[in-house]
């Protein structure tokens, strides 16, 4: 299974991105995918969470700004980033929980994608 994250660049304050996470390989089900980011010298940072069924949850610092979205069809997870701060700038991550045909779920994480809001 893999994940792969893009959508990342450069924007200018106030700006939008949207990051799309696309799972492939030999999977069953798609329970719950996330959105986290780190910056530099600092943990990394739930953003938002979205179930299988739609339910999401986001973290203080994006909500009102930033949506989830995903499509299971293409066992794709999507985050629109508007009103983007500098203060946004880090490496965005997704994972997913992911259920193999053998009926076990593990966790797996995207590689990153770099977002970069200027001064």
């Known amino acids: 299974v893999q994940l792969q994250a893009s959508g990342g660049g450069l924007v200018q304050p106030g700006g939008s991105l949207r990051l799309s996470c696309a799972a492939s390989g030999s999977i069953f089900s798609i329970n719950a995918m996330g959105w986290y980011r780190q910056a530099p010298g600092k943990q990394r940072e739930l953003l938002a969470r979205i179930t299988s069924g739609g339910s999401t949850n986001y973290g203080d610092s994006v909500k009102g700004r930033f949506t989830i979205s995903r499509d299971n069809a293409k066992n794709t997870a999507y985050l629109q980033m508007n009103s983007l701060k500098p203060e946004d700038t880090a490496i965005y991550f997704c994972?997913?929980?992911?259920?193999?045909?053998?009926?076990?779920?593990?966790?797996?994480w995207g590689q990153g994608t770099q977002v970069t809001v200027l001064q």
């Open positions: 994972n997913a929980r992911v259920v193999r045909p053998m009926g076990y779920e593990n966790i797996y």
